[in-house]
């Protein structure tokens, strides 16, 4: 069985620009979750999409968005970059029933310049 | 929302040590307790993870305690090698969002 996939690895932006990152879940997982990781600060939250709906959402701007496809492939968009946004993007996908394992990505890792 | 709070954020111990990393959460309605596991340049992995209704679970040289009353879960490992030298997340989730805590750096020195 494949693993989540995330598109693009690496990418460089600079100040102002938007960016758009794609995440494939395990076959049959529905949802979805994203998470930045900055040295330091650990896995910090961004939102979770099931079956197409955010689900919850972190304490992030509302530069920070994303959605969810029918066939459970996600994305999410940062618009107007900043130096600290900076990171790496992760995505999990699960099975969406209550609690469980999370299978992450390998990251997509943003720089902005 | 959940608050999840862990310590060190670095040990460093010599092969064959034990080693234990402590969190504490703030949300009383949490009931799952997954610690994650990410070597250098990868994604983190579920290493073993605990429910509200058990206060220990093993699993070979892992294992990790639930204190409901005091809110707080630990991580042990015991007889520590090298390839156990990475960083460790603890989370907490109530529901199907978790929050982590921000990582411990574990190094086993040979």
């Known amino acids: 069985k494949a693993g989540v996939t995330q598109t693009p690895r690496y990418l460089i932006k600079t100040r102002g620009q938007q960016v758009t990152l794609s995440c494939s879940p395990i076959?049959?997982?529905?949802?979805v979750s994203w998470y930045q990781q900055t040295p330091g600060q650990g896995l910090q939250f961004l939102f979770e999409y099931f079956s197409e709906t955010q689900r919850n959402k972190g304490n992030f701007p509302g530069r920070f968005s994303g959605r969810q496809f029918s066939n459970s492939r996600s994305e999410m968009n940062v618009s107007t970059l900043e130096l600290g946004d900076s990171a790496l993007y992760l995505c999990?996908?699960?099975?969406?029933?209550?609690?469980?394992?999370?299978?992450f990505g390998e990251g997509s890792r943003l720089t902005v310049l | 929302g959940e608050n999840v709070e862990q310590h060190p954020s670095t040990l460093s111990v010599q092969e064959g040590d034990s080693a234990v990393i402590k969190c504490t959460y703030s949300?009383?309605?949490?009931?799952?307790f997954p610690w994650y596991k990410q070597e250098l340049g990868k994604r983190p992995q579920l290493i073993i993870d605990i429910r509200s209704n058990v206060g220990e679970k093993k699993d070979q040289r892992i294992a990790v305690t639930l204190n409901k009353t005091a809110k707080h879960f630990s991580l042990h490992i015991t007889e520590t090698q090298p390839e156990d030298s990475a960083v460790y997340f603890c989370?907490?989730?109530?529901?199907?969002?978790?929050?982590f805590g921000k990582g411990t750096m574990l190094l086993v020195s040979p």
């Open positions: 949300d009383s309605a949490s009931n799952y």
């Open positions: 989370a907490a989730s109530e529901g199907s969002t978790l929050t």
């Open positions: 999990a996908s699960s099975v969406g029933q209550g609690t469980g394992e999370l299978f």
């Open positions: 076959s049959g997982h529905r949802s």
